[in-house]
């Protein structure tokens, strides 16, 4: 098993920037693709960034150009962080991590709630 626990989240203006980290624990050597996820009220959850194994990143278009992801192997943690952030950034977001092991599935954290104010 392994565990995901999110923080960094909170309410900044429009334009502001914020840090996210994903702290993991457990099964860790389990771990494969990692990534963040939100989901404001009313809407389905979407991709945010996401991080091979390999390092290799990818972005949502809406969040590109804006977004760092990022991870710090030696402390099992992962970044994500955000610039020129907008309203409709706001949302909760979700850490999320692969099992690299074939039929086990996937880990979510708790989510940690990101308010933009405009």
């Known amino acids: 098993q392994v565990q995901l626990v999110e923080s960094g989240g909170g309410l900044v203006q429009a334009g502001g920037s914020l840090r996210l980290s994903c702290a993991a624990s457990?099964?860790?050597?389990?771990?494969?693709?990692m990534g963040w996820y939100r989901q404001a009220p009313g809407k389905k959850r979407e991709m945010v960034a996401s991080?091979?194994?390999?390092?290799?990143?990818k972005y949502a278009d809406s969040v590109l150009g804006r977004s760092t992801i990022w991870k710090n192997n030696a402390k099992n943690t992962m970044f994500l962080q955000m610039r020129n952030l907008k309203p409709e950034d706001t949302a909760v977001y979700y850490c999320n991590a692969d099992d690299r092991r074939v039929g086990v599935g996937e880990y979510w954290g708790q989510g940690t709630q990101v308010t933009v104010s405009s």
């Open positions: 991080i091979s194994t390999g390092g290799i990143s």
């Open positions: 457990g099964s860790i050597f389990s771990i494969g693709n």
